[in-house]
Nanobody, 116 residues
Framework: QVLLVESGGALVQPGGSLRLSCAAS????????MYWYRQAPGQERELITT????????DYADSVKDRFAVSRDNVKNTQHLQMNGLKPEDTAVYYC?????????WGQGTQVTVSS
């Protein structure tokens, strides 16, 4: 019954911004680290953000550092990704992820397309 649902993806021009959300249910959200991944067609799925249970321990991939900001709300059971200064190379499906008792759980993904 673990469920992760991403939303907020869109078509945006280079330099634009988007805010993605991940709604979590079916587990004790505040007990688990959360992750954002992305995957472009024909490419490997890339880990881009990590946020610990408290929301205070955060890591970013070099590809998004200084442009993206991850956060979480342990009351609303949501994870967010603020994406600024978007580039065409950010075009991908973005996935919410967590690991519970050694098993990966994924959302369905939300499409972000950066194009002029």
């Amino acid at each position: 019954q673990v469920l992760l649902v991403e939303s907020g993806g869109a078509l945006v021009q280079p330099g634009g911004s988007l805010r993605l959300s991940c709604a979590a249910s079916g587990f004790t959200f505040s007990h688990y680290a959360m992750y954002w991944y992305r995957q472009a067609p024909g490419q490997e799925r890339e880990l881009i953000t990590t946020i610990d249970e408290s929301g205070r321990g955060i890591d970013y991939a070099d590809s998004v550092k200084d442009r993206f900001a991850v956060s979480r709300d342990n009351v609303k059971n949501t994870q967010h990704l603020q994406m600024n200064g978007l580039k065409p190379e950010d075009t991908a499906v973005y996935y919410c992820n967590t690991i519970i008792r050694g098993k990966n759980y994924w959302g369905q993904g939300t499409q972000v397309t950066v194009s002029s």
